[in-house]
């Protein structure tokens, strides 16, 4: 398993704003991931960040809106850029770890994003 | 594209009852994955199910991989207080990402 924390681990954005949220993993890892969480609902996969590359978007989101940042193994940023309320949500980071030949997640405690 | 389905979305027993929720995808899964979301908390890890027809316990917890490798379930039986929270399944179609199933919001009367 995997120690993940994240900053800020919550906030409250004007509109128009952009907030960049960290995530740092006790361990390297090759595997990371951000995802959205609307209250009370599913998790959204936005992006998957491998260290080295370009992160790679889901359909529906684009790197203007949310830029993510793989500088090393244990370490990623997501910002959420000209923010409207329709963004409010919870943000979570993963990182995927070898598990039986497959890959399994752990999640940070996620950052809780209020848009005003 | 890959849709994993999951019911019931809310589950509310008394304590020391049994709890089931059911997982479905639309298309043969190479693997399942259970994960519990306490309330104000992250998703954690619970379990992985990779072979046809496959069944593990942890504890009061009995999760089912179907022999069609299609549908999941996890069954607690005599529920706990502690059992409250979301639990997802995540299906994994080949080598491709994770899809989480909505979730089942598991409320106990104490």
């Known amino acids: 398993s995997a120690v993940i924390s994240q900053k800020p681990s919550r906030d409250i954005c004007q509109r128009g704003t952009s907030l960049t949220i960290q995530c740092q993993v006790d361990s390297q890892v090759t595997m990371m991931f951000w995802y959205r969480q609307q209250p009370g609902q599913s998790l959204t996969l936005i992006a998957t960040?491998?260290?080295?590359?370009?992160?790679?978007?889901e359909s529906g989101f684009v790197i203007d809106k949310f830029p993510i940042s793989r500088p090393n193994l244990t370490f990623s940023t997501l910002t959420v850029s000209n923010m409207s309320p329709e963004d409010s949500s919870i943000y979570l980071c993963?990182?995927?770890?070898?598990?039986?030949?497959?890959?399994?997640?752990?999640f940070g405690p996620g950052t809780r994003l209020l848009v005003l | 594209g890959q849709q994993v389905m999951q019911i019931p979305q809310y589950q509310h027993v008394q304590e020391g009852e049994d709890f089931t929720t059911y997982c479905n995808s639309s298309?043969?899964?190479?693997?399942i994955q259970w994960y519990k979301q306490r309330p104000g908390g992250h998703p954690v890890f619970l379990i992985q199910l990779v072979k046809s027809g496959e069944v593990k316990k942890q504890k009061r917890l009995t999760f089912q991989f179907g022999e069609a490798k299609k549908n999941s379930s996890l069954h607690i039986t005599a529920t706990q207080t502690t059992d409250v929270g979301t639990y997802f399944c995540?299906?994994?179609?080949?080598?491709?990402?994770?899809?989480f199933g909505q979730g089942t919001r598991l409320t106990i009367n104490p």
């Open positions: 995540a299906g994994r179609e080949r080598a491709q990402k994770l899809v």
């Open positions: 960040a491998n260290q080295g590359s370009e992160a790679t978007y």
């Open positions: 298309t043969t899964l190479s693997n």
């Open positions: 993963s990182v995927g770890m070898a598990s039986g030949g497959w890959e399994t997640q752990y």
